[in-house]
């Protein structure tokens, strides 16, 4: 009792100093929040009635922006080298076939010496299969001398395609070498066009063929790569909307749509993978790997729903205010309920033989009653 009378006297001196906008908020022994009439017309509460609205119902899933394995390519280069020059930073964009950077190595001296001999041994044995063949038709030579200058003359033709196919990924042209026109260096040329978003190249340092050179993404086909549980997948269809956030970055709420509904069921996690196309207005405000949390809209109903601000929650548990009495002033208790789906503006309560569409709640200025 001692505390209610402090609380009190200590409101009634607020409240004549005019200096605070806190309401005089009153516990009396039914747990009741009361505040004068003064008090709710200042602060411009209101009091209404749970109304009909209408609710999405959605499936609440999460993953990440990406691309298709198509936009996205890391590059590597056939055989190590040195780095000799590059002038690419991570952001920069390429087009397909541009040079991103040049590596230098003695080894690609020997690829082109090797092609060019076996290239002088190819037209002489060609010659002598040819001859051998001609003198075996006409039975002046055995069919051993021919079958032997067949095998050798095949075994440099295939000696010859394979070190042709190495000068072609080392981006080496075999014609140029053919003229003696050697190079101790390659360039690597971009495989798509796209944004730079990993670099481990320096000039001077070696990379191996087993080393990600860099990595270059093209984020016109960003899309949304979501994991959906069992228990929800019947539920999910192509072409139903998705609503999404990227919480780390933003409060910002974006659109989707379902594109493909994978068809197995993946990891330990029992999900099914989404994949969701995005509208292009959105694409230049995300990133590739951005993590998101979405809402794949399956339905729609109607339900009893109560604006937001009227909803309060405390350690997990919902709760409104519900008008008990206007005997010198407004009296509210504070009464739990069960919540639904959500919307923009309103919170879908489920009734019971409390709440329900006659009863009056606080709608506006529950803010300053409960903090």
Known sequence: MKKILYIASLSLFLFSCKESKTEEVVANDDDLITVTTAQ????????GNP?????????KTSG????PPQNRAKVTTFMGGYVKSTTLLVGDKVKKGQALLVLQNTEFLDIQKDFMEVAEQLTFLKSEYDRQKTLFDEKITSQKNYLKAESEYKRARAMHQSLRAKLVLLNINPKNVEKGNLTSTI???SPITGDIVIMNANVGMYVAPSDVILEIVDTDHLHLE???FEKDILKVKIGQKITFKVPEASK????AEVHLVGKSIEGNDRTINIHAHLDDAIKQKLLTGMFVEAQIIVDSKKGLAIPSDALITENDKNFVL?????????????????????SEKYVEVMPNT?????????TKGVFDLVN
């Open 40 to 47: 709710f017309q200042s602060s411009a509460m209101e009091i």
């Open 51 to 59: 109304t009909e609205q209408d609710f999405d119902v959605t499936v």
């Open 64 to 67: 990440k922006i990406d691309v």
């Open 187 to 189: 360039t690597i040329f």
């Open 226 to 228: 979501l994991a959906v």
């Open 252 to 255: 910002e709420i974006f659109n």
């Open 322 to 342: 519900l008008l008990q009495n206007q005997k010198n002033g407004y009296s509210f208790k504070k009464v739990s309920v069960t919540i639904g789906e959500k």
């Open 354 to 362: 409390i709440i329900n569409a006659s009863s009056r709640i606080l």
